[in-house]
C-alpha cells in the first residue's frame, strides 16, 4: 500500500511539518519566523507534495479519474489553511489569500500530471509499435 501510494505519504508528513513549524511560528514574536513559515510551507512543501502527487499519478493510473487529483490537491490546501485559522484562532488570509496559496499547489500538481501522461502515452505508444 504505502509502495503505491507513496506521494500522499510525503504529503501527509509536509502537512505534519508545516503544523509543527506553524505552531512555532504562531507563539513566535519574530515576524520573519512567520514569513520564513510561510515560505516553507506554501512555496516549497506543499508544491513539492502537489507535484509528486501528479507525476507518480500521471505516470502510474491510466484512468480519467486521476484528473480529479489537482481539484483535490487544491481542496486540501484551503482545508489546511481553513483547520489551520480554526485550531489557531486566527483569522490568517482573507478570502483571495485563500484561492492563491492553494492554487500553487494545484498547478504544480497539475503540470506535473500533464507531463507525466504525456511521457507514459509516449512510452506506451513507443513500446507497441515496436
Given at each position: 500500500m504505502l509502495k503505491k501510494h507513496w506521494p500522499v505519504v510525503f504529503a501527509f508528513f509536509a502537512v505534519i511539518v508545516s503544523i509543527i513549524l506553524a505552531a512555532f511560528a504562531y507563539h513566535s514574536t519574530d515576524a520573519g519566523y512567520v514569513i520564513l513559515t510561510s515560505v516553507i510551507t506554501f512555496m516549497f512543501l506543499f508544491p513539492l507534495a502537489g507535484a509528486l502527487i501528479g507525476a507518480w499519478y500521471g505516470w502510474r493510473q491510466r484512468s480519467w479519474k486521476?484528473?480529479?487529483?489537482?481539484?483535490?490537491?487544491?481542496?486540501?490546501?484551503?482545508?489546511?489553511?481553513?483547520?489551520?485559522?480554526?485550531?489557531?484562532?486566527?483569522?490568517?488570509?482573507?478570502?483571495?489569500?485563500?484561492l492563491t496559496l492553494g492554487a500553487l499547489p494545484a498547478l504544480s500538481c497539475l503540470a506535473a500530471e500533464i507531463a507525466a501522461s504525456v511521457i507514459a502515452w509516449a512510452v506506451?505508444?513507443?513500446?507497441?509499435?515496436g
Open positions: 486521476k484528473w480529479l487529483i489537482p481539484p483535490a490537491v487544491y481542496g486540501c490546501v484551503i482545508l489546511y489553511i481553513v483547520l489551520a485559522g480554526l485550531i489557531l484562532r486566527a483569522d490568517l488570509f482573507d478570502a483571495e489569500s485563500y506506451n505508444r513507443a513500446r507497441s509499435r
